[in-house]
């Protein structure tokens, strides 16, 4: 139970696919604007992450492993990513028109989202089992939506902050979102490399 508590909150805080790991940073600068639609984003991507994770952990093991079929693993991974975040898209299309106009062209782009198939392929380089992918799933998925909720924050904040005028906009945001790196970096003091 500890090993999963601490692939959870690895994956969540000391190896966050975002700050750490560099990975997703196009919905986390275009769907950072405001606070509800970075986490419709975020809890989007995290349903993507766990349906995903879950189909590629049992089409690899139990449908690729069984065929001997081990080489079309990449592409399985990526049929079932972009058949998953088709699902989620009609499921928010029917269930928030409004979020859906929010997230606009970012919500399709979870397919090409590079932390939804950078987190299958750790996965199975690292060889978890079914719980592992579970607690490390989950974990990468809330870290990634607390990154953009509180991004958002700032960013909604420094929207209304007297910014220099050479660091309106873009430049301030990547200011910004270097010090939440570095913010972040400083918990792998606490729990080391979890993942």
């Not at 999963?4 to 560099?22: K, S």
């Not at 604007?33 to 419709?40: L, Q, R, T």
């Not at 995290?46 to 080489?71: D, P």
């Not at 945001?173 to 939440?180: F, S």
């Given at each position: ?108 782009l979870i397919t090409t989202n590079c932390v939804v198939l950078g987190l299958v ?75």
């Open positions: 139970m500890t090993h999963l508590l601490f692939l959870f909150f690895g994956a969540a805080l000391v190896n966050n696919f975002v700050l750490v790991r560099f990975l997703g940073l196009c919905p986390f600068l275009g769907v950072s604007n405001k606070i509800s639609s970075a986490a419709g984003m975020g809890l989007a991507t995290t349903f993507v992450l766990l349906i995903t994770s879950m189909s590629c952990y049992f089409v690899n093991h139990y449908v690729l492993a069984y065929y001997h079929l081990e080489s079309l693993e990449l592409l399985m991974d990526i049929v079932v990513i972009a058949v998953t975040v088709q699902l989620v898209e009609i499921i928010i299309y029917n269930l928030s028109y409004e979020l859906h106009n929010a997230l606009g062209i970012y919500l399709p392929l750790l996965q199975q380089s690292l060889q978890f089992s079914l719980s592992e992918c579970l607690a490390f799933t989950t974990g990468a998925g809330l870290g990634f939506t607390l990154v953009l909720v509180i991004f958002a924050a700032i960013r909604e904040r420094l929207a209304i902050s007297d910014v220099p005028e050479p660091f309106k906009n873009t430049a301030i945001a990547l200011v910004t979102a270097g010090l939440l790196s570095l913010a972040f970096m400083g918990f792998a003091g606490f729990a080391g490399s979890a993942a």
